[in-house]
């Protein structure tokens, strides 16, 4: 996969965790396994941003 390509799926997986303004422990083990996967950086979330909160 290419490194455009895999920053893409990053993205939108990272965008859906913080839709809903919570975030679950799964969700965020969900995308660090994805980033294991795929060899790249699990991307810096602001959870501490206003309508974030984590359950």
Known sequence: MRLADKQRLLGAMTTTVLADGRVAVAE???LRAVCAVLRT?????????PG????
């Not at 974030?52 to 359950?55: F, G, N, Q």
């Open 41 to 49: 950086p699990l991307p810096v979330l602001d959870l501490n941003r």
């Open 28 to 30: 965020l083990e969900l």
């Open 52 to 55: 974030v909160a984590p359950i």
